[in-house]
Structure formats: C-alpha cells, structure tokens
C-alpha cells in the first residue's frame, strides 16, 4: 500500500499538470532589451533559491514565489558558464529550478489547506478518533481485572 505522504505527493504533480496552462507563473517571453535592463546578478540570491530548493520548509511561500520570479528576469542569460551549449543548459536548469520552488510553494499551500481546512481529512480524522476511543472501551471492557 502507498503511504498517505505519497500519494498526496503524486496526486498534487498530477494536479500541476492540468492546471499548469491557466498558472499565473507560466513564463511569457522577454525581449533582450528587457533582459538586459533588468538585470542584477546577485549571488547570494542565487545561493539562497538553490538551497531553498534543496530543503524542502526552509522557505515559506511567499519567499519561494519570489525567488522563482528573479530566477525568471534572468532567463537567456549565462553567468558562470562560457560554452554556448553549457549556457543553454545553465538557463534550462535556472528555469527547472524556478518552477521547483514554484511547485514547492504550492505544495506547502496545499498541505496547510489539508491539516487546517480540509473537510475530508477532517472527517477522517475525527472518524479515526472515535474509532480509537470505541476500541479502548471495548478493550477495558474486555480486561480480566
């Protein structure tokens, strides 16, 4: 059997794929003027997406949407890679990348809407306390005592 964690996992990168056309986060295309103009290469906030990426709760929502928006502005451009091609996959995986930290955010949105507003998971969970009490009754019940 699947855990729980899993399928609400999978289940959500299905759900990202049949509403990813209408995101608000689908990438529109930048001229090079626009590229160029803004344009500020900060390291450190390049250090901080890609360790966001990497631990998944070390960055809350509205920073993970930040972050994927500035990896964004940059999206042709090459800053550590020379050769055409490692350029190509240098902006490729900038953009993988923002739409990770994209998927993360919404991934925690959707989490805290399952521990603190979802009916169903509510429900479940106040079924599977009854159950639990209704056993230990019966179970002292049951004791030799």
């Known amino acids: 059997m699947i855990p729980v964690t899993m399928?609400?996992?999978?289940?959500?990168?299905?759900?990202?794929?049949?509403?990813?056309?209408f995101s608000p986060y689908m990438r529109t295309p930048r001229t090079t003027k626009e590229q160029s103009s803004s344009l500020f290469f900060n390291p450190k906030r390049f250090e901080r997406a890609v360790d966001c990426a990497n631990e998944y709760g070390m960055c809350d929502v509205n920073e993970l949407g930040k972050?994927?928006?500035e990896l964004d502005k940059f999206q042709e451009n090459c800053f550590f890679e020379k050769d055409p091609n490692s350029c190509k996959k240098e902006a490729g995986d900038r953009i993988d990348l923002a739409e990770l930290l994209r998927l993360q955010s919404e991934l925690q949105l959707r989490t805290d809407y399952l521990k603190n507003a979802n009916l169903f998971a509510s429900d479940v969970k106040i079924e599977q306390e009854k159950q639990e009490r209704d056993n230990l009754m019966t179970n002292l019940r049951d004791a030799d005592w």
């Open 67 to 69: 972050l994927a928006d």
């Open 7 to 21: 399928r609400v996992f999978v289940s959500f990168f299905y759900l990202y794929g049949l509403v990813s056309s």
